[in-house]
T-cell receptor, first 113, second 116 residues
Framework: KAGVTQTPRYLIKTRGQQVTLSCSPI?????VSWYQQTPGQGLQFLFE???????NKGNFPGRFSGRQFSNSRSEMNVSTLELGDSALYLC????????????FGPGTRLTVT | AQSVAQPEDQVNVAEGNPLTVKCTYS??????LFWYVQYPNRGLQFLLK??????LVKGSYGFEAEFNKSQTSFHLKKPSALVSDSALYFC??????????????FGKGNQVVVIP
């Protein structure tokens, strides 16, 4: 099976702009989660989608949003970018039940200048 | 909230020696614990998990972990380290025990350096 894919892999944006990141989960996986990884804060949970519904949300401002499509692909959007949004954004997919591990994509490296 | 702690920043070990990466957890209810590894410029790779059952869990690439309820620990181990094991290792716990939640809380990570 193909793994989790994320596009684009690298992105450079300017403060104030918005950005959309895309994630395609492993075939058959219905849960998609997003995480932000920074040197200072480590790995932090953003949100999780399951069957097109957001069922968990982390402690991030409303500028961070996401959605999931009927084919389980997911996008996350960050509006009004700030310098502190520079990070590696990781997407993970899972079959969806509580005992299953998550499989991560390679991430999108976002740099905000 | 559930949490894990990885007390060491870096673990140095000689190639061929046993490798241990420490993790302690704090949870309400039953812990669902995971270990992941991250290589440079890559995402996280799943190594192993503890849900219930045997306290010794075997995972990928020769890694295993020992769940210790009395010490609230879930240390990652490998009997003989390889140079290729040099990477960043994360311990994680499912952040809430209820069904329908995949939210993970991660430790800060441990850099493992295997010296040839």
């Amino acid at each position: 099976k193909a793994g989790v894919t994320q596009t684009p892999r690298y992105l450079i944006k300017t403060r104030g702009q918005q950005v959309t990141l895309s994630c395609s989960p492993i075939s058959g996986h219905r849960s998609v989660s997003w995480y932000q990884q920074t040197p200072g804060q480590g790995l932090q949970f953003l949100f999780e989608y399951f069957s097109e519904t957001q069922r968990n949300k982390g402690n991030f401002p409303g500028r961070f949003s996401g959605r999931q499509f009927s084919n389980s692909r997911s996008e996350m959007n960050v509006s009004t970018l700030e310098l502190g949004d520079s990070a590696l954004y990781l997407c993970a997919s899972s079959l969806g039940t509580r005992t299953y591990e998550q499989y991560f994509g390679p991430g999108t490296r976002l740099t905000v200048t | 909230a559930q949490s894990v702690a990885q007390p060491e920043d870096q673990v140095n070990v000689a190639e061929g020696n046993p490798l241990t990466v420490k993790c302690t957890y704090s949870v309400s209810g039953n812990p669902y614990l995971f270990w992941y590894v991250q290589y440079p410029n890559r995402g996280l790779q799943f190594l192993l998990k503890y849900i219930t059952g045997d306290n010794l869990v075997k995972g990928s690439y020769g890694f295993e972990a020992e769940f210790n309820k009395s010490q609230t620990s879930f240390h990652l181990k490998k009997p003989s380290a390889l140079v290729s094991d040099s990477a960043l290792y994360f311990c994680a716990v499912r952040d809430a025990p209820y069904y329908g939640n995949n939210r993970l809380a991660f430790g800060k990570g441990n850099q493992v350096v295997v010296i040839p």
